[in-house]
């Protein structure tokens, strides 16, 4: 899952354009809004029963489109923005099936095109479909396979499979490159659109094209899609070593680790072993809140920094029962991302605990939802993030102070080195 920060409703008076510059990314969101706005009156004035015909309408919304949109770039010469009435015209009189065109459909294509010419893995448009369904996500459930997926060196992995999930018990693993979904080639889709092609009804067929590296081979997996609920907390004790799984940064992530810190204290372990594996991420505020546990108060947590540098900002440790007397060792692997990155290199950084596994995958980048007029809404990337210490995370990764790997071997044998090499350093064996 993807980093992000709370909805930021985009309100009337900011689609208009004054003297002064905005940032870009304004102007792109303002852009956004105001194609969805036109559709959405388009199709209102539609439905209300003044009901031009078919020509009149296409020609209204484009020359209010076009006089919108060269009001915006009025001031940059390099852009001809009657190319959209042409391509959109060409569309309407060319194309083979014209007669199957959705209007509303295009102004969705085309503001996702302007999303995704941003050249960002991280940053989509969402029409209100998806929009609903990433916020259900974030409150612990959806239906699909349970598999976490994001684009590394330009291909499409798996991130991590969720234990328990259609995706895992079809023995899908972190690093494995999915080709094509439902014969659907991947390879010039963003992610969002391979969420929506992965998921589906529950108990419906979805066929992945694989290709794993620990096989050197691709094959093709029929998973059966299922309701997807996140256990974001798990906690257990084993050899008196208090072990506890961190699957998410979701909704309800802070008050389940509570209530796991309280039962640290009660049990009185040798030490803690954080398991951040797989760990795709979350919410930056509960990466926060979860760090805090180790930290005294005010420390700094994770630095922010965007493009003008002006709105940096250093996200601070708030006041918890403190874990800190316990030795603690985190376990991190390729698909520990973003909020579990967070939490890692804090800690790593302040010297509170010892990380074993793999390195890290890098994803340490800041989303912001903005929601648009019609419920849809753009997943744009606005900032990065820098550990305490100032190292980055994005596209470098948070580095284990002990490297153990976990090979296919031993995933097909149930073992766990990277575990075991935690319990090691702790037994002293």
Not at 329 to 358: C, P, R, T
Request: glycine letters at 6%.
């Amino acid at each position: 899952m993807d980093q992000f920060k709370p909805n930021i409703p985009i309100k009337t008076e900011d689609l208009k354009l004054g003297s002064k510059k905005q940032p870009w990314w304004r102007i792109l969101a303002k852009v956004c809004a105001l194609l969805i706005l036109i559709i959405a009156a388009f199709v209102y004035g539609f439905s209300t029963g003044n009901k031009p015909s078919a020509d009149v309408q296409q020609d209204n919304v484009i020359k209010y489109t076009a006089d919108e949109l060269i009001d915006i770039f009025k001031d940059n010469d390099e852009i001809d923005v009657e190319l959209f009435t042409q391509v959109w015209d060409i569309l309407h009189e060319d194309y083979l099936d014209k007669n199957k065109i959705n209007d509303q459909d295009l102004f969705y294509g085309a503001v996702a095109g302007m999303v995704s010419a941003l050249g960002d893995p991280h940053s989509s448009f969402f029409d209100p479909v998806v929009t609903e369904e990433f916020n259900q996500e974030l409150n612990g459930s959806f239906h699909g396979i349970g598999a976490e997926i994001g684009r590394k060196n330009g291909t499409l992995v798996i991130i991590a499979p969720l234990d328990g999930t259609p995706a895992a018990r079809a023995g899908l693993k972190s690093g494995d490159q999915i080709l094509a979904v439902d014969g659907v080639d991947t390879g010039n889709i963003s992610v969002t659109e391979a969420v929506n092609l992965i998921r589906g009804e529950k108990d419906t067929k979805v066929v992945l094209t694989i290709y794993s590296k620990d096989e050197g081979d691709t094959k093709e997996i029929s998973i059966i899609r299922d309701k997807i609920d996140i256990p974001s907390v798990v906690y257990r004790l084993e050899d008196d070593i208090a072990i506890i799984d961190l699957t998410h940064f979701n909704n309800d992530t802070e008050d389940r680790f509570a209530k796991v810190a309280q039962k640290v204290l009660n049990d009185n372990p040798k030490g803690i072993i954080l398991d951040l594996r797989n760990n795709p991420g979350g919410l930056l505020h509960i990466a926060v809140e979860i760090t805090s546990y180790w930290l005294d108060p005010k420390q700094v947590v994770v630095r922010e920094t965007f493009s003008d540098k002006r709105s940096d900002k250093d996200y601070k440790a708030s006041k918890k029962i403190s874990l800190a007397d316990f030795d603690t060792i985190i376990l991190v692997n390729e698909g520990s991302a973003s909020a579990a990155e967070i939490v890692a290199g804090a800690l790593q950084d302040y010297g509170k605990a010892f990380l074993v596994g793999k390195k890290t995958f890098g994803k340490g980048s800041v989303q912001q939802l903005i929601s648009l007029k019609d419920d849809s809404s753009i997943k744009l990337t606005v900032a990065r993030w820098l550990t305490p210490n100032g190292r980055t995370i994005d596209m470098e990764g948070i580095e284990p102070d002990t490297e153990v790997d976990l090979t296919f071997d031993d995933y097909n044998n149930d073992l766990d080195p990277q575990l075991d090499k935690a319990k090691e350093l702790f037994l002293g064996l």
